[in-house]
């Protein structure tokens, strides 16, 4: 089985590294540890609690709070909302990270007109040159390879010749790798989620407004079709005042996360003996908070979460693995299922829901409801006053009008997932070339990746809320352009 799953190209995969993490204390042995990472999270969340944006705050009290900004470490440089990036005809670009994600990306830039893929690291060198390989029969020259161990993507960040920074390795990873990148004054995207502790965070937003480059959260699915469609009708008053919204990672991963050869060593799974709630929520958590415009107009405060047991990855273990796998020697105390509940500043209520490791259908859920209608995926269906009436969901197919515009130009994309990832990648490539505004910044990358620590924090404390800071300092009241983007 392949995780990319190409039978049904709407599944997101996870694909990693073995090592322990270069900046926690997990344990590989398995026991949960109250690592800084649960620490940390809670210190920050706790000076927050003052925050006075509570459960039902409208949006001119939550304005008038001053805690949430208060709680802000001290801003380093000027804000990066609004920046463009510079603008350049050809955009060169650099791979860490050539796994499965990393090495079908690379074919994807390799697809959009003026990018050249210029340099390419992963530990594994054979890894590098199959995917140099690639880049060669694109017609490009040859890239420089960077495989001399761990520290060797430094070396490709300080390159001249690199304007962007893509990272695809194990999450443990990301935050160095983005930290290298921004501290070497290149643009970086990071693959899901951008960091796993609230520190990291924080480190990276201040660190591209001191740099004046953007780190972003490269999620795919703000920009699959279905999600784009309902963004633009959520935006255009559809769905009447926007109340409530739901996503999340619901993919049985199991024989993935046990298999020898999927993952390059057994990270993902070890994610699981070290955090407790929602470790990959932006492919639910993005689209949504992009529909209530969450950082342009709206906030995400809070969160509170809860955890089922932790039961699935133990029970496959005792039916596939052989005595003595080195998996035997794990405890797995993430939750199977965790729930939560996101509120934000204008008091709406989004869902998230995080379960990889027992049998369940591919699912994001991906809902959104408000004052006129309600929509909800998996399969795609849409309630719509006055279209419809007495508990019948109506055809979602038949509103194809609203598309966004890159999919009415882009109707059969190359690539995984149904093509989200291209027009994901195009668009990116397509600002960088314009010296446009990018989609999502730093703001978001940390907004919609928080609820990594902030959910194990919350089911550490029976399901306390824990505030979501502010990292845009006060600047998310005001409106301004996202992933619904106008034609450039
Ligand atoms: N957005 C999506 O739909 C999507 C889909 C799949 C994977 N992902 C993400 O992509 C990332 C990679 O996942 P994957 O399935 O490709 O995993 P993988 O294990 O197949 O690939 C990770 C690669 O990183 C390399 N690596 C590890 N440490 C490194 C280091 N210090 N320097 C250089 N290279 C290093 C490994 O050798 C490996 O080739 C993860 O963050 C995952 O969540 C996202």
């Avoid at 520190?199 to 699959?224: A, F, I, P």
């Avoid at 730093?442 to 089911?459: F, K, N, Q």
Wanted: proline content about 7%; some cysteine; glycine content about 10%.
């Amino acid at each position: 089985m392949h995780e990319s799953a190409p039978q049904n190209p709407r599944h997101l995969d996870q694909p990693g590294s073995p090592g322990p993490s270069p900046s926690s204390n997990a344990s590989v042995e398995g026991r949960e540890q109250t690592t800084d990472v649960s620490r940390r999270l809670v210190l920050k969340s706790a000076g927050a609690a003052s925050a006075g944006v509570g459960l039902g705050l409208g949006l001119a009290q939550a304005a008038a709070s001053p805690a949430a900004a208060a709680d802000a470490p001290r801003r380093q440089g000027a804000t990066m909302i609004g920046v463009p990036f510079e603008r350049r005809s050809t955009v060169r670009v650099g791979i860490v990270g050539l796994g499965n994600r990393g090495s079908a990306m690379t074919e994807l830039f390799l697809a959009v007109p003026g990018v050249r893929v210029v340099a390419l690291c992963d530990t594994v060198r054979a890894k590098a040159e199959k995917v140099a390989a690639k880049v060669r029969s694109a017609g490009q020259p040859a890239p420089e390879l960077y495989t001399k161990g761990q520290d060797d993507f430094r070396q490709l960040c300080g390159r001249g010749d690199v304007d962007f920074v893509y990272v695809a390795t194990p999450w443990e990873w990301h935050f160095p790798m983005a930290e290298a990148a921004l501290t070497a004054g290149k643009h970086v995207g990071v693959e899901c989620p951008a960091a796993m502790e609230l520190d990291q965070l924080w480190r990276l937003v201040d660190l591209s407004e001191r740099t004046r480059r953007h780190c972003m959260q490269l999620e795919n699915c703000c920009y699959g079709r279905n999600e784009m469609r309902v963004l633009r009708m959520a935006h255009a008053g559809k769905f009447g005042e926007l109340l409530h919204g739901a996503g999340a990672y619901i993919h049985d991963l199991r024989e993935l996360m046990f298999s020898p050869t999927y993952y390059e060593g057994p990270w993902r799974r070890q994610w699981h003996t070290r955090l407790r709630g929602d470790i990959y929520p932006t492919h639910g958590f993005a689209p949504v908070a992009n529909y209530m415009d969450v950082n342009r107009g709206d906030r995400a405060v809070r969160i509170s979460t809860f955890g089922s047991p932790a039961a699935g990855l133990a029970a496959y273990r005792a039916q596939h693995m052989p005595p003595g796998d080195a998996s035997w020697k794990e405890t797995y105390v993430g939750s199977d299922m965790s729930v939560s509940l996101v509120q934000t500043a204008r008091g709406r209520v989004i869902r998230l829901e995080h379960a990889v490791s027992n049998p369940h259908p591919y699912s994001r859920v991906n809902a959104l409801g408000g004052t006129k209608g309600a929509f909800e995926d998996y399969p795609p269906r849409i309630y719509l006053e006055p279209e419809m009436s007495g508990d019948e969901w109506g055809d979602f197919g038949a509103y194809a009008e609203w598309d966004h515009w890159l999919w009415k130009e882009h109707a059969n994309p190359p690539g995984g997932h149904g093509g989200m990832d291209y027009i994901m990648i195009f668009r990116l490539m397509q600002s960088m070339q314009q010296g446009l505004v990018p989609d999502f910044d730093v703001y978001d990358a940390a907004t919609w990746s928080a609820p990594v620590p902030l959910s194990h924090a919350s089911i550490r404390a029976k399901g306390a809320p824990q505030e979501i800071p502010d990292f845009t300092r006060g600047l998310w009241r005001a409106g301004r352009p996202g992933v619904d983007s106008a034609k450039p």
